[in-house]
């Protein structure tokens, strides 16, 4: 056997438990497919595809298709494989061994993972108890670790906070390298830093297809950023990396925007909904500016882990977030069909509910 790099050793790869279940909110996803104009689109295209022919390598009129959506010129959009292959190729441009990348603790687990995989030097500020960033905190980040990469996930995940526009505005005043602003659910919350991106600022904003454009299975992410470091990326990028089918899909779901702004607006009601029925429950329920909630078992009620395993048993699936650091009792669920949230509510009330014992059921 040979062995992997001395560095990857401790690491584990990333999951998210799979459990046969009828109601399953532990991803992120959304809770509806594309509308059906939209599939019928993209099969007439592939339809018509040289398949003995090698994709367009610079995905020209995908990036031409993003940056018309968002008022910037294509030479400003990167797009790859999900938004994780984005950030991966971001690191390896500017990350790398004997560069140091930072992030705020909790967040999302690959920003670290994939700046270690890199062979990069990873340091964490350290959140509120609210999970909310303090200034001070990013102040102090900056100042002792002079970061190459510094990651600010906005909304939050998993805590769903958004993070405020003087935070982005105060690292991109204090951060002497790459600013990245991951905003893979940026269309649930109020406001986007893709206003502050500029040809003469360090600082990129990544997106997902995967959420509200009900397009998980395609694995379609993009940046959109200064063009002097979208030209930069095409140094570490494999060639051919974006296939035919991805590049149709994508071009043709930018057309359905208005279906997409209304599948936001009927998750945004049933989160809204989710967290006043949970806020009656013996939890603490954090603020979401996303398509999922998080809440921390109260542990005079039970502990995190019982809750899930009891949601598992009533065939609800959603994320345990317990075992993660300064994650204690939390649990995560994603925002589903009305059918599937009243289902979680259900089975979450009932598990619970005191048993004639004082005990949990």
């Known amino acids: 056997m040979i062995p992997v790099r001395d560095d990857l050793r401790a ?3 990333y999951h998210s438990a799979q459990v046969d279940v009828r109601v399953r909110l532990n991803t992120n996803e959304s809770p509806e497919p594309p509308p059906a104009a939209f599939r019928d689109a993209v099969a007439a295209e592939v339809s018509r595809i040289d398949w003995h022919r090698y994709p367009d390598r610079a995905a020209t009129e995908l990036r ?23 950030l991966q190729t971001v690191l390896l441009a500017y990350a790398g061994p004997g560069r140091t990348v930072a992030t705020f603790e909790p967040t999302y687990q690959m920003h670290a993972q994939i700046a270690r995989v890199t062979g990069a030097t990873v340091v964490e500020g350290e959140r509120a108890a ?30 769903g906070l958004v993070e405020p526009a003087e935070r982005v505005r105060q690292l991109l005043d204090l951060a002497p390298g790459l600013v990245v602003v991951d905003e893979a659910y940026a269309q649930f919350a109020d406001w986007t830093a893709l206003d502050l991106v500029a040809e003469d600022r360090p600082l990129v904003v990544t997106r997902t297809f995967s959420k509200t454009w009900s397009m998980a299975g395609a694995r379609l992410g993009y940046l959109v950023g200064p063009s002097w470091l979208v030209g930069e990326l095409d140094k570490v990028v494999l060639p051919y990396h974006l296939d035919a089918v991805k590049q149709i899909a994508g071009r043709l779901a930018l057309r359905f925007s208005d279906d997409m702004n209304d599948r936001v607006d009927h998750v945004v009601a ?3 909904r989710i967290i006043a029925a949970m806020r009656e429950l013996p939890l603490d329920v954090f603020p979401s500016g996303a398509n999922f909630v998080l809440f921390r078992v109260r542990p005079a009620a039970s502990t995190g882990r019982e809750v899930w395993q009891g949601l598992v048993d009533r065939s ?19 925002i589903g069909t009305p059918a599937e949230n009243t289902e979680f509510l259900t089975a979450l009330a009932d598990v619970l509910a005191p048993t004639p014992t004082g005990a949990m059921s």
Do not use: K, Y
């Open 64 to 86: 031409q298709a993003i940056a018309a959506a968002h008022g910037v010129d294509p030479s400003q959009v990167f797009a790859a494989n999900g938004s994780n292959e984005v």
């Open 11 to 13: 690491l584990d790869g």
């Open 270 to 272: 049933e989160r809204n």
């Open 130 to 159: 609210d999970f909310t960033l303090d200034p001070a905190e990013v102040e102090r980040v900056m100042a002792e670790h002079r970061p190459h990469v510094v990651f600010l996930t906005s909304p939050n995940n998993p805590t």
């Open 316 to 334: 609800v699936l959603i994320r345990d977030c317990s075992s993660w650091p300064r994650l204690d009792d939390c649990l995560r669920v994603t």
